[in-house]
């Protein structure tokens, strides 16, 4: 049984086609099998050592020809072929195929799979993708599916006071999508207060535990150590029933700590 840990984001790796984020990002990560992603895919790897292959980049282009490849071949029986029902079951058997290929040496079967959906929720590049994820969350049950929404929490330097705004409208907005967040990451530039997380889980509806806030830090590598900090883990555990054990605080993630600091 498969976990589905589903992020979204404001970057972009889904929507737009190669060669354009290319052009945008000015930076090109290249796969063992030759694949070329963008650098959010290539911190992934390189994060959860583990080696990632072309089809764990999913575009809107792979989807689209993939569906315009088997319209030509008769598969659809000649009906119209809509974005609902063609293309978002197309991305949900996309992401359940992948998801059950190893990424690693040994050949397991990976236990959780991070999906991550970018651009900002509304866009109309995106519909498709967030419809398909939420018919996807019913598709897996509830324990095998976690949202994270990932929002920016502006500090106006007039004021110098943490906006959340911004984030009560895109939650909103990702609700009547008809997603709602699991966890809530606030991203920062200074760290964030204790009541202005309490007000975000007070107006998401969102208990405190689960509202996350990351602020710029001096290394990304810090990054999993401020997440570890906030009880992420946990939390992780106790949603999709992992079942890991709780480690000895001084021995957990001590590889990375030690990594960090150097």
């Known amino acids: 049984r498969i976990r589905f840990c589903f992020c979204t ?10 060669f354009s984020s290319f052009c945008e990002t000015g930076e090109v990560y290249v796969l063992d099998d030759g694949g070329e992603v963008d650098l959010d895919l290539g911190n992934y790897e390189r994060f959860l050592d583990i080696t990632l ?42 992401v359940e195929k992948i998801a059950n290929q190893s990424v690693t040496k040994d050949g397991a079967i990976p236990e959780v799979c991070i999906v991550e959906l ?7 590049d995106g519909m498709p993708f967030v419809e398909a ?29 943490h906006k959340t705004k911004p984030t009560q409208s895109s939650v909103r907005e ?15 530039e200074n760290p ?30 810090r990054v999993p150590l401020l997440m570890e900090y906030q009880g992420v883990i ?10 890991i054990g709780v480690p000895r605080p001084r021995c957990f993630m001590r590889k990375w700590r030690d990594l960090a600091e150097r």
């Open 9 to 18: 984001f404001a970057v972009f790796l889904f929507y737009k086609c190669t």
């Open 118 to 124: 970018g651009g900002t929720i509304g866009d109309i």
């Open 174 to 188: 990702l609700r009547g999508l008809g997603l709602s967040p699991d966890l809530i990451v606030c991203r920062s």
């Open 133 to 161: 994820f939420r018919q996807f969350q019913r598709r897996v049950n509830r324990e095998n599916f976690c949202v994270a929404h990932v929002s920016l929490v502006p500090q106006p330097k007039s004021t110098g006071e």
């Open 234 to 243: 946990e939390f992780l555990n106790d949603r999709l029933q992992l079942n």
């Open 53 to 94: 292959h072309k089809d764990n980049n999913i575009t809107t282009g792979k989807i689209y020809q993939y569906v315009i490849t088997n319209e030509r071949r008769g598969d659809y029986l000649g009906k119209t072929v809509q974005v609902v029902p063609y293309i978002t079951d197309a991305i949900q058997e996309w």
């Open 192 to 221: 964030i207060g204790d009541s202005v997380k309490e007000k975000i889980s007070k107006f998401c509806d969102v208990a405190p535990e689960q509202v996350i806030t990351i602020h710029d830090l001096t290394s990304i590598y």
